[in-house]
């Protein structure tokens, strides 16, 4: 301490906070460097704790690094327009040899896409993500993509596909993304759909089976198959069966298939426990909404369980996740019994601005 006082050091109460003429800087790759204003020299040591730190994460969302004429690295914050030579991550600095954490990272209802995102580079990974044009589903695809995954909505509508990749390029212009048109109440359509992806020549390493109807009347499919049966499920199912080739390719590599919590209050079992096929795609007779909507979201449950045990070996991995009780959104669109109750419970509700990630946007469906 008293080589410290005689230097001029201790002046401070924090030995985290520099001495008068020191500047904190960050080189490229992310490691923190000092430099000594008034004797003109650089050190990777920290002069008061004589640490070596380096930033942790990517920059938060909407700033990008540059480099000078001088090769000196700056910052450009696009959603502020303004550019600082300060790191903005120098807040969230460790140790060069940091002791591994015993504290794990938890989120909660409150918790955005954003946050859970903050710090990660996506960097070369490629998403698709189905029924993303609004909601939640558009929530997911924009965060991702403003961390740098390259992501395909693919959505029934392309004229709607089209305008949320403007929404997602007016915050980022260099974000990467495109539309592609899927109508999975056809299973044609989902098979040209692939065959346009894999014409692209690239890796699949996040595939969000996020799209669904709910409450829709009945009617049946091109394929002849009841609309919510195969749009919630069979067309994802056929959709990752066309693509399996793909994932194994770009392993470690991941599916998510979006369930409910729903699926618990249905069955798809006759009495005597063996599967009853005409229960998944029932006659009108035989239809109501709540319960073929339960069975779907049980079917992809039972199917993401499945795809689990047979790929994961090969490095890819299924999960199935539940959106959420308390998001509105659009599911109430398709009868207006759901719109009132939607309605009504409206102010108890959160915004779609605040819903947790991989979670997915309920669309409307009219029969051809």
Not at 161 to 178: F, P, S, T
């Given at each position: 301490m008293a080589a410290l006082k005689y230097a001029g050091l201790d002046d401070t109460d924090s030995e985290?906070?520099?001495?008068?003429?020191?500047?904190?800087?960050?080189?490229?790759?992310?490691?923190?460097?000092?430099?000594?204003?008034?004797?003109?020299?650089?050190?990777?040591e920290h002069p008061k704790s004589g640490k070596r730190k380096r930033v942790a994460g990517g920059l938060p969302y909407g700033w990008e690094q540059e480099t000078d004429e001088n090769g000196q690295v700056y910052f450009v914050d696009h959603i502020n327009k303004r550019t600082t030579y300060l790191d903005p991550r120098l807040a969230f600095t460790v140790e060069d040899n940091p002791v591994k954490p015993t504290t794990r990272q938890k989120y909660d209802g409150n918790s955005t896409a954003m946050e859970i995102l903050q710090g990660r580079d996506l960097s070369g990974k490629v998403v698709i993500i189905t029924g993303a044009n609004s909601g939640i589903g558009f929530e997911t695809a924009k965060s991702l993509a403003l961390h740098g995954a390259y992501v395909i909505l693919a959505c029934r509508n392309t004229?709607?596909?089209?305008?949320?990749?403007?929404?997602?390029?007016?915050?980022?212009?260099?974000?990467?993304?495109?539309?592609?048109?899927?109508?999975?109440?056809?299973?044609?359509?989902?098979?040209?759909?692939?065959?346009?992806?894999?014409?692209?020549n690239v890796p699949l390493h996040i595939l969000i089976c996020n799209a669904a109807v709910f409450g829709a009347p009945w009617c049946l499919t091109e394929d002849d198959l009841e609309s919510t049966f195969q749009v919630n499920h069979l067309g994802h199912f056929y959709l990752v069966q066309l693509l399996e080739d793909v994932l194994r390719r770009s392993s470690p590599a991941r599916v998510v298939m979006v369930s409910s919590e729903s699926h618990r209050f249905t069955e798809i079992k006759d009495s005597s426990g063996k599967l009853d096929f005409s229960l998944l795609s029932p006659s009108k007779k035989e239809y109501w909404a709540m319960l073929a909507y339960n069975r779907s979201k049980l079917c992809n449950i039972l199917f993401s369980n499945e795809l689990n045990r047979r790929l994961s070996p090969h490095g890819v991995t299924s999960n199935s996740v539940h959106p959420g009780n308390m998001i509105y959104s659009s599911i109430h669109r398709n009868w207006w019994v759901y719109t009132l109750l939607f309605t009504l419970a409206r102010p108890f509700t959160k915004s779609m601005v605040h819903s947790p990630d991989f979670v997915h946007e309920k669309q409307s469906f009219r029969c051809p």
């Open positions: 985290e906070e520099l001495p008068p003429g020191w500047e904190e800087r960050t080189t490229k790759d992310g490691w923190v460097y000092y430099a000594n204003h008034l004797e003109l020299k650089t050190q990777w004229s709607r596909g089209n305008d949320a990749v403007q929404r997602i390029l007016g915050e980022w212009h260099k974000a990467k993304v495109e539309a592609m048109t899927l109508d999975l109440a056809s299973l044609q359509s989902v098979q040209h759909f692939a065959e346009a992806f894999k014409s692209k």
